[in-house]
């Protein structure tokens, strides 16, 4: 399973884009958030079994799908929040 965040069209509901992770994984994306401008998507992938328990912070750029951060945290992520202008994610 590849964990996956979606783009999807507001007018029709329609998938536009998947963004994915580059190996096959058991995490869920437990949050996300889209930069005002719509360039970026702010995904957490929640890791957690009796073997592991890991948040990852993931920045993708929606044009290329790349992820341009990834990042394991040093707790849960509870809540995401972009800027209003973007220029900072607070978890």
Same mark, same amino acid.
């Given at each position: 399973?590849?964990?996956?965040?979606?783009?999807?069209?507001?007018?029709?509901?329609?998938?536009?884009?998947?963004?994915?992770g580059?190996?096959?994984?058991?995490?869920?994306?437990?949050?996300? $958030?889209? !930069?005002?401008? /719509?360039?970026? #998507?702010?995904?957490?992938?929640?890791?957690? @079994?009796?073997? +592991?328990?890991?948040?990852h912070?993931?920045?993708?750029?929606?044009?290329?799908?790349r992820?341009?951060? $990834?990042? !394991?945290?040093? /707790?849960?992520? #509870?809540?995401?929040?972009?800027?209003?202008? @973007?220029?900072? +994610?607070?978890?």
């Amino acid at each position: 399973m590849l964990v996956c965040a979606g783009v999807c069209s507001i007018d029709d509901g329609r998938l536009l884009k998947r963004l994915t992770g580059t190996e096959p994984t058991s995490a869920v994306v437990s949050h996300t $958030d889209v !930069t005002r401008d /719509g360039l970026y #998507v702010i995904a957490v992938e929640s890791c957690h @079994s009796h073997v +592991v328990s890991a948040d990852h912070v993931i920045i993708y750029d929606v044009n290329s799908g790349r992820r341009l951060f $990834d990042d !394991t945290t040093k /707790g849960y992520v #509870v809540q995401l929040t972009a800027t209003a202008d @973007s220029d900072k +994610v607070y978890t």
